[in-house]
């Protein structure tokens, strides 16, 4: 692992041809279909993901952008949802650093590569799986038979981090309210319990990072990123009269803490 890491490192940015290949090695679902089979351990897979990021970092090249976008919604073969959600991460980051503050240069599947990554967040049904300008070969639509389901629907608990985390660096500094608004933060009772308080912290960042020059070190600042319906809900808490039985107040007070967290990170 550290010798991948280090050599991409090394190489950052230059898309060499022999590293890539090596690391291409260390991803079973990048082999060809006739290739014997092989088992690497996830965090091995993981971080020939990030050293792919680390090697194509700038660069924007769309094939890589593609293979990575389909690793955040892969299922690594292991059954630690740690390990599972490490390897989406680790996906997220690589696809983020291939076009660091360059998502718009996607010519031709910006709109898919968006809507793809809002559907590892949100879990909203995604028909379009392939890029118009990437035409996908036999193998590489038998590897898209491995996107990480459970049952019918995305696992957003397992692809959420990771997609948040790439939208983020591939809209780094943008100031794109569009591509902000689809990172949206709870508004109602409902999508505060729907949203982890974590992923509501994430959300937070990433549209900060997207919105920079906004960014003031504030306590205004601080405030307004937090919504109305949190900011009413915890100030009703203390009134007796107020009925509280449909309110998961649990949620509210997390989602407080957490928005909070965000915001200060986000000026860190």
């Known amino acids: 692992m550290a010798m991948m890491l280090g050599l991409a490192a090394s190489y950052r940015g ?21 290739f014997p089979e092989m088992e690497f351990p996830t ?7 990030m050293a792919t990021g680390i090697l194509y970092e700038g660069s924007a090249h769309p094939q890589t952008m593609q293979i990575l976008l389909g690793e955040i919604g892969r299922r690594s073969g292991c059954d630690n949802a740690l390990e599972r959600e ?16 360059r998502g718009e240069d996607a010519l031709g599947f910006v709109d898919t590569l968006v809507d ?11 028909l379009n799986e392939t890029s118009p300008t990437v035409a996908l070969s036999i193998d590489d639509q038998n590897r898209n038979a491995g996107q990480m389901m459970d049952g019918t629907a995305v696992n957003v608990d397992v692809t959420a981090p990771g997609a948040i985390i790439a939208l983020a660096l591939l809209f780094l500094k943008s100031e794109s309210e569009v591509l902000a608004s689809r990172i949206c933060i709870p508004q109602t009772h409902f999508s505060l319990q729907y949203v982890r308080p974590d992923f509501i912290m994430l959300r937070v960042i990433a549209r900060n990072l997207i919105l920079w020059n906004r960014v003031q070190p504030s306590r205004d600042w601080i405030e307004s990123q937090i919504p109305n319906i949190v900011k009413i809900g915890l100030k009703d808490l203390g009134d007796e009269t107020d009925n509280t039985d449909e309110v998961d107040i649990e949620a509210l007070v997390q989602a407080y803490v957490n928005i909070l967290s965000g915001a200060c990170i986000s000026l860190g």
């Open 116 to 126: 793809r990554l809002c559907h590892y967040i949100n879990g909203h049904m995604f």
């Open 43 to 49: 965090v091995l897979q993981s971080a020939a993901l």
């Open 86 to 101: 490490g390897y989406s991460v680790a996906a997220g980051y690589a696809l983020g650093f291939v076009a660091l503050g």
């Open 14 to 34: 230059t898309m060499h041809p022999v590293i890539s290949n090596s690391l291409y090695f260390h991803i079973p679902s990048r082999h060809p279909s006739s």
